[in-house]
């Protein structure tokens, strides 16, 4: 069997000597002195320029251009070699067809496209590089039947991804009347492989206007074509040595090549891949070059629409009734390798709506997979949580609750235009590949509907849930190295920055260290930021100049420095939006937490609204400080100052949300039993003294602490 | 820097005694850093506690009073330099320069300018009488009296001017360096406590006594900033702090130049001698040119000018800049808000499709806008949501099924109107179910998202 | 102790954008000091003022306008009339008729209006697009590339379509784009971020943070360039350093003070003279507030916010 590199070096070394024999036919016909150009072009011949830095005016500077390309490919047979022989290779074909461009300015007449105007690398380029037209291939030799040729092509077009044909293609579209030309999107380029040379001026014109890429700087090339065009080779069998070689050169510029020739052929990981189903080409080759499709459009029967989201469907007027509290129904987000999911496949196992009684109560699960090469199992429940929304922007759709607590109705309305459970399938797959494309590559939606089935599958993923909540729960803001901030609020507390860990989360409630650092990973440069916390000045009461960097920058100068576990010393700021503030009680020296539902009066002879006004605005106001409910059961509230103990009273309402939570707490820090017991609320007093003296009846452990003051 | 709660709740009794009206000492404490409450308010704080409270509340900048009764205005008193930080705290003054000459065509169309926007009066609230060429910033400290044009007749016709002035029911800035002529024109308008404006490097002493003895704001200027700060040091020797830095005539450049630099000494280098309010003449930076005024007098709103003086002002230049001053002089912390109830937009009756949104002035202002452009009769109603923006509102609760349920009942709309498809923003869409369980019998549609696409969208509804 | 000022110049100062060729090429910001304080360093470029024109012609129903424009009909002949109104640095052709919920003119036609508008201009050119994102990403890049080499600055590009006119207008044709968020510091950060990181440096970006006409708002407006500008300078955020133009005509002419007829209002006096005191205030308070350029619709707004310029620097 031969070598790959020596099929390299042999195909480089066929091309040349084509090129060498148009020069030289160029010379004696035209001159030395005859003019060499491509039309509408600034560049020149771009891949000379591009590789060598030189601008080839005449037929001799295109023949010493020539004498070093031959040096180019005159290297040692190994991998760096073989990747210059390429761009020899792809000089060579550059010659071939600028003889051909000296000898008419139109040497196709209109049956092949050829040359590509500068106006065109714009046109086609700028939506290449903002990714509106997701990538390109280049389709080289001639598919195993004409309907191939076509449905692979359509394929692509369905795919927005733009369309070069060489060789037999040509000839197999234009027999099956497929539509051609740079409006939409598929271009017969030539007959020949050493018509490649007009994509590779291209792709070089690209860098060049698009990445500013200077002239002979070929890193600079080889970066910014495997960074921004995103391009790839489908090149049919057979494919001989001469395609072989300009294969290396592709495989250089970071655009892999798909074959279906497996003779003689050497795959080399994510580069050259041996696909023999030439069917199974597009999905290969969109993998292999890391393309992601944007999914535009959901393909249900009704509407969608933001506007349907808070519709209710009555029960007169429903067709389908799944009710997670009366059987089972759940909903879940696994992750899972590429290969196991096949991209938009939605599968219903079990009845459709169409097969129960109108108004029936039935069940339904949904199981979401998904794989990417960013995503994390922690960003399962983030995307889980968004169910709610995306379902319920159905035309017709109600849906409530989450995991296994879902309620979901289908109107006769929606039901007769034709919804049914696969629909379903539908919206999570457009939603979550276009809501989180930067990490979802692949989707597959599951649809159970089969009673016995679901009652295992719920059990199944309790457990996942079960999990998750430990993982959650076993986050400490000393087991990561990193911290969010998040500044969704500044749009109306402009100062404001929340520092959100783990045992911290948003004072608004809603935003936890997870979703931080999924709102981080899906959107890089938006409201969630990578806080590092390595130069600790103080863990104690948490203080880290990473922090306080951040929150200097994030505030624009307004606020200095944040301690992340004390109320009393440059407490965190507050935007308005907190779910609970607390407040010293200097009488007990404890705290008094009240929530933003409970409108009466508080110990400290001030309500809600009236702290809320002292407090917001990403003001410092030490002794005060708004925060998320479930910060009152962390052992970081007020750790500076001796954690929960410190609560005082808290309204009737909030201890039972909490109350079990902070009990345990509780237990732990302290080996206090039913510590909620001891803290006042508003049914016991809302008066200063008669606090004090609860708190002595209730053997309150505040009482024996350090005074706050 | 403003004291903190606690650090104010440390020098309070601690008793609870709740003698000065609010529950704790804590919360006191808490309204009085919040500036809510006065720290005397506490009849229990010790001398040195007051003492020391005083001096760290004291703002960088004075506060001045100037006029009497209903028409006394508070002027200054500012802490920071950019609105974001903490509200300003008194909004600019303006002023209409009367002449003899012109006072009789002036001055009622200036008094014509009265009217409400956003529950504030709008009218120009100060008139400004000068004496000859008079003032002090275009002095140079040359003394006074001996101006050019400071003739008896001019002297006979500035008081007439001042008398007709005075009698005009709004508050005074008598500009005059002259003390004698200054005296005559105080008698006559002394009631209206006005501001005497002419105190200068060298009639300081004289200027001084007289407004002691009116007991009246002085203004005060120098032919620069260096001359300003040296004159009100001398002022504050003679006990007289009462004042109003004029910041000069000499060019809208340098006038602008000082207006900053006495503004930002004051607040970020607490510079007290010049911790005072000032006073911009637009007729003397640019004379009978009332578009540079105009244009003049918007910079000087944001740009610290307290009290703005024009030449002239049109109805058309007042509508502007009374908004523009409105916006400026607002809570960054406590949104413009507008009265609930019903606004019938386009004409529309009883029968009109009805739309809600909340009481947050700018969305009022945007939304109301589209409606008329859309040219469909629509009632808009407008319930009491805290005044935050929808989705603000939405989230804070002050926007709701319920909210809008008690809204419809005490303005009794289901009777009132006669239509019963009501529009709720597209960004509260998941409000639909809930609004149509709490006012059963209405249709309840989904509007856009924004409000540039309302136009399209009532016309699409109306067709 | 005489007093002596601290001028208050700063390190950081702001990119500086130039707009147009040749000899009328204009270049906005690069100063290092707050707006307006020449007092305490030079100011490297004065505030500009551009004048808008509309592809649907002036509203000739305001009788000093339709006098100013008298005998000009074409989209070219408002622009050379414009060019020549005092005060007037640059020409901004506003593509209204462009909107799809309008006229819906065609992009073929909005780029030949564009090019004689540019051929009649001898001052730079702005182009504002329709609103519409589709359809302005559509129409900048044609027109970007129909007058490469002019310079002239596109408005504008936001979160929704700032990938495609960036790349196109500014990469690919080499012109200059507005990048237009909604009065919020942080949205127009991340705009800026987001379009640099295509690869497009700041001094081919302007900030388009927003507008509101006096009395309707303005102080988010007014806060958030005063924000921005601290960050640009005393942070030195280099994110925030681009200067910030303020399109005031579009929302000073369509406020209930500019538009209600004089019937209704009698004591208002004629609506023309109200139109142009709004956009007047608001243009100049932009310009305390930090806007490096404004554009105004009537030329005696142009002419006054022109006088006040030279008035202050």
């Not at chain 1, 049914?683 to 009846?697: I, K």
């Not at chain 2, 349920?405 to 639909?432: H, M």
Request: with cysteine; hydrophobic share 45%.
């Amino acid at each position: 069997m031969k070598l790959l590199f020596d099929r390299v070096f042999d195909g480089a070394g066929e091309m040349l000597a084509m090129a060498e024999k148009e020069i030289a036919a160029a010379t004696a016909e035209l001159g030395e002195a005859a003019p060499i150009s491509m039309p509408n072009t600034a560049y020149s011949l771009a891949c000379h320029n591009a590789y060598l830095g030189k601008q080839i005016r005449n037929v001799s500077e295109l023949a010493r251009g020539f004498s070093e390309a031959k040096e180019w490919a005159s290297g040692e047979r190994r991998l760096g070699g073989a990747f210059n022989a390429g761009f020899a290779t792809f000089m060579a074909a550059e010659a071939i067809e600028a003889c051909k461009y000296a000898r008419s300015p139109d040497p196709y007449g209109g049956e092949y496209h050829g040359h590509m105007s500068d106006a065109e690398v714009r046109e086609l380029g700028v939506p290449l590089v903002t990714g509106d037209i997701p990538g390109f291939v280049v389709i080289i030799g001639s598919a195993p039947s004409d309907e191939e040729a076509v449905e692979l092509i359509r394929g692509y077009q369905s795919r927005a991804i733009f369309v070069f044909l060489i060789g037999g293609i040509i000839g197999q579209a234009r027999r099956q009347n497929l539509n051609m030309g740079f409006p939409v999107r598929v271009v017969a380029v030539g007959p020949d492989i050493w018509c490649a040379a007009h994509i590779i001026s291209f792709v070089n014109r690209a860098a060049m206007i698009f990445g500013a890429v200077k002239p002979g700087d070929r890193e600079a090339f080889d970066h910014y074509t495997f960074h921004r065009i995103r391009a790839f080779v489908n090149a049919f069998r057979p494919v001989p040595d001469i395609v072989v070689a300009s294969g290396g050169g592709a495989i250089a510029m970071g655009f892999p090549v798909v074959t279906d020739d497996a003779a003689d052929m050497w795959p080399v990981p994510k580069s050259l891949i041996i696909q023999q189903n030439t069917a199974d080409f597009i999905e290969t080759s969109l993998e292999a070059r890391d393309i992601k499709i944007k999914v535009s459009k959901i393909d249900i029967p009704v509407a969608y629409s933001t506007a349907f989201e808070g519709e209710i469907v009555r029960r007169a007027d429903m067709r389908a009734d799944m009710d997670g509290s009366r059987s089972d129904c759940f909903e879940l987000v696994v992750s899972k390798e590429a290969h196991e999911i096949e991209d938009h496949s939605i599968e219903l196992i079990g009845p459709d709506i169409d097969e129960a009684e109108p108004g029936a109560r039935t069940s339904i699960g949904f199981v979401c997979e998904v794989a990417g090469k960013a995503m994390q199992s922690d960003f399962e429940p983030v995307f889980e949580r968004k169910f709610h929304n995306f379902i319920n922007c159905v035309e017709g759709v109600m849906h409530t609750g989450q995991r296994d607590t879902i309620h979901i109705r289908v109107s006769k309305a929606a039901f007769d235009a034709g919804f049914r459970a696969r629909h379903f399938g539908e919206v999570l797959y457009a939603k979550v590949k276009s809501e989180y494309e930067s990490v979802v590559d692949k989707c597959a939606v599951k649809i159970y509907t089969v009673p016995e089935q679901l009652k295992e599958l719920r059990a199944k993923a309790t457990e996942i849930y079960n999990r998750r909540d430990e993982r959650l729960g076993s986050l400490t803001d000393e087991s990561v190295d990193v911290f969010y901030d998040c500044i969704l609020c500044q749009s109306f507390s402009p100062a404001h920055v929340c520092i959100v860990t783990p045992e911290r989360l948003g004072l608004c409630g809603a935003v936890s260290w997870l979703d931080a650092k999924a709102t981080n990973e899906l959107d890089a440069n938006g409201p969630c930021q990578r806080v590092s916390k390595q130069r600790v000045v103080d863990e104690n009461i948490g203080i880290w100049e990473d922090v306080n960097e951040r929150v200097r920058e994030a505030s624009h100068g307004s606020l200095e420095q944040v301690t992340l576990y004390s109320i009393m010393v440059d407490p965190m700021t507050s935007c308005g939006c907190f779910e609970c503030i607390c407040g010293i009680e200097p009488f007990s020296n404890g705290v008094v937490i009240v929530n933003r539902e409970h409108d009466g009066m508080t110990p400290l002879g001030m309500t809600f609204s009236e702290m809320a006004s002292m407090t917001g605005g990403g003001v410092q106001t030490p002794g005060f400080m708004g925060h998320g409910k479930q910060f009152i059961s962390s052992a970081k509230f007020m750790k500076a100052e001796g954690g929960p103990a410190r609560i005082v009273w808290m309204p009737k309402a909030l201890k039972e949300t909490v109350g079990a939570k902070l009990n345990g707490t509780a237990a732990r820090l302290y080996g206090i039993d039913d510590f909620v017991s001891m803290i006042a609320d508003e049914t016991v007093t809302e008066d200063a003294e008669a606090l004090l003296e609860f708190l002595g009846g209730s053997g309150h452990p505040v009482l024996g602490m350090e005074p706050l003051l | 820097m403003a004291l903190k709660g606690l650090d104010i709740f440390k020098l309070t009794p601690k008793t609870n005694c709740k003698d000065c009206g609010v529950p704790t000492c804590m919360a006191f404490a808490m309204k009085v850093a919040q500036g809510s409450v006065q720290i005397g308010a506490c009849p229990h704080m010790s001398d040195e506690a007051l003492a020391a409270l005083g001096e760290a509340t004291a703002p960088p900048m004075k506060l001045v009073k100037i006029g009497a009764g209903e028409r006394e205005y508070a002027l200054g008193g500012e802490t920071v330099l950019f609105r974001h930080e903490k509200a300003f705290v008194s909004k600019n003054l303006f002023g209409v320069a009367l002449k003899p000459d012109s006072a009789e065509r002036v001055l009622p169309e200036v008094m014509k300018i009265d009217y409400e926007r956003i529950g504030e009066r709008m009218h120009v609230e100060l008139l400004h009488v000068g004496y000859g060429g008079s003032g002090n910033g275009d002095m140079a400290g040359s003394g006074n009296g001996d101006m050019a044009d400071g003739g008896s007749g001019d002297r006979a016709a500035f008081l007439d001017t001042v008398r007709k002035a005075a009698a005009a029911g709004r508050t005074l800035v008598i500009e005059c360096g002259d003390a004698g002529v200054a005296r005559e024109a105080l008698e006559l308008a002394k009631d209206g406590k006005p501001l005497l404006n002419g105190a200068n490097p060298s009639n300081y002493a004289e200027m001084a006594r007289l407004a002691e003895e009116y007991g009246v704001a002085l203004g005060v200027g120098a032919p620069d900033i260096g001359g300003i700060y040296d004159t009100v040091q001398a002022l504050e020797g003679l006990g007289c702090k009462n004042l109003v830095i004029d910041v000069g005539a000499a060019s809208a450049k340098e006038a602008f130049a000082n207006a900053v630099q006495i503004r930002r000494a004051a607040i970020k280098d607490s510079v007290r001698s010049l911790g005072y309010p000032s006073l911009v003449n637009l007729e003397k930076l640019a004379p009978g040119n009332p578009e540079l005024q105009l244009a003049l007098a918007s910079v000087f709103v944001l740009k610290y000018g307290s009290i703005i003086i024009m030449g002239d002002m049109s109805y058309a230049q007042a509508l502007p800049l009374f908004g523009l001053r409105q916006n400026i002089f607002t809570d960054p912390q406590k949104p413009m808000t507008v009265e609930p109830g019903v606004y019938p937009i386009n004409g529309a009756d009883e029968s009109a499709i009805c739309a809600t949104t909340v009481n947050f002035a700018l969305t009022y202002f945007i939304i109301s806008g589209e409606l008329q452009r859309s040219g469909v009769p629509v009632n808009l109603l407008i319930s009491d949501a805290g005044g935050y923006s929808v989705l603000t509102a939405w989230a804070a609760g002050k926007l709701s099924a319920a909210s809008l349920e008690k809204f419809f009942s005490e303005q009794g709309l289901n009777d009132r109107l006669k239509n019963r498809t009501l529009l709720i923003p597209g960004k509260v869409a998941v409000l639909k179910g809930e609004i149509e369980e709490s006012l059963p019998g209405w249709n309840i549609v989904v509007a856009p998202n924004e409000a540039v696409g309302i136009v399209k969208f009532m016309k699409e509804l109306s067709a | 102790m005489p007093f002596a000022p601290v001028p208050q110049a700063f390190k950081s100062s702001l990119k500086e954008v130039v707009i147009g060729a040749g000899e009328s090429a204009v270049a906005l910001g690069g100063e290092n000091v707050l707006p307006l304080y020449s007092f305490d360093a030079p100011i490297k470029n004065r505030p500009k003022v551009g004048i808008e024109i509309s592809d649907l012609g002036p509203d000739r129903s305001l009788p000093e306008l339709a006098k100013f424009y008298e005998g000009a009909s074409s989209a070219a002949e408002l622009a050379a009339r414009a060019c020549a109104a005092p005060g007037a640095d640059f020409v901004c052709l506003w593509l209204e008729g462009a909107d799809p919920n309008g006229e819906d003119r065609d992009v073929a036609d909005c780029v030949k209006i564009c090019r004689e508008v540019a051929e009649a201009s001898p001052l730079p050119l702005a182009v504002q697009g329709c609103g519409s994102p589709d359809k302005d990403a559509r129409l900048f890049e044609k027109i970007a590339e129909a007058l490469q080499g002019r310079n002239v600055l596109l408005l504008s590009a936001k979160e929704e379509n700032y990938k495609g006119i960036a790349v196109a207008a500014v990469t690919a044709y080499g012109q200059k784009i507005a990048a237009e968020s909604s009065v919020d510091i942080n949205l127009a950060k991340q705009l800026n971020v987001l379009i640099s990181q295509l690869g497009i440096a700041g001094d081919s970006t302007v900030m388009h943070l927003g507008a509101s006409a006096a009395g309707y708002g303005f102080e988010y407006i007014a806060s958030t360039t005063d924000r921005v500008r601290l960050a640009a300078l005393a942070q030195n955020d280099a994110a925030l350093q681009m200067p910030v133009i303020a399109p005031v005509a579009a929302d000073a002419w369509s406020v209930k003070e500019s538009v209600m007829s004089e019937d209704e209002f009698p004591e208002w006096g004629p609506v023309e003279r109200r139109g142009a005191d709004m956009e007047i205030c608001t243009a100049s308070a932009m310009i305390a507030a930090g806007a490096n350029a404004v554009i105004v619709r009537h030329p005696r707004s142009a002419a006054a916010v022109a006088e006040l310029i030279s008035a202050l620097l």
